[in-house]
């Protein structure tokens, strides 16, 4: 992990409501920086209710979490995708074995591992809303692995 954290290039950064936003890079990836006008927009449809997709070679899994702290949205949504495509994936390996013994179990969890440690975010939204007279954070990822 602390050779991951070296190799990241801040990208974009902002500062909204106390919270340091930041955008980080390992690839160098650069960002559209156009002048766009702000505006209170909708959630994007894709986040509309949370999901797990399915297609050939990809599992997308869309989360959306509220909290009073926008570091624990952050955290508690990326948590919860990851959950519901790690049980996904436990579900597919475990129906594809049919006798199970401590060496196939271990194979089992390895494999799940590996797989969730590819993971990506593909997209994520932050909005917030007052609800009796708190803020709250609404944080959506959308949480993509290859299969």
């Not at 559209?32 to 994007?44: M, V, Y």
């Not at 949504?77 to 436990?90: D, F, P, S, T, V």
Request: proline share 1%.
């Amino acid at each position: 992990t602390k050779e991951i954290y070296n190799s990241l290039k801040l990208v974009d950064s902002v500062e909204v409501l106390g919270y340091f936003l930041g955008l980080f890079s390992i690839s160098g990836m650069e960002v559209d920086a156009t002048l766009k006008r702000s505006s209170i927009q909708r959630i994007p449809d894709y986040f509309e209710d949370d999901k797990l997709e399915i297609t050939n070679n990809t599992i997308i899994c869309n989360k959306t979490i509220s909290s009073s702290s926008l570091v624990l949205a952050w955290k508690n949504a990326a948590i919860e995708a990851r959950y519901e495509i790690a049980k996904y994936l436990e579900k597919e390996v475990q129906s594809a074995i049919i006798n199970t013994d401590e060496i196939t179990e271990k194979r089992i969890a390895l494999e799940t591992s590996e797989k969730l440690s590819h993971m990506k975010i593909k997209a994520s939204y932050i909005t917030t809303e007052l609800k009796d007279n708190l803020r709250l954070f609404k944080v959506c990822h959308q949480l993509e692995i290859v299969k």
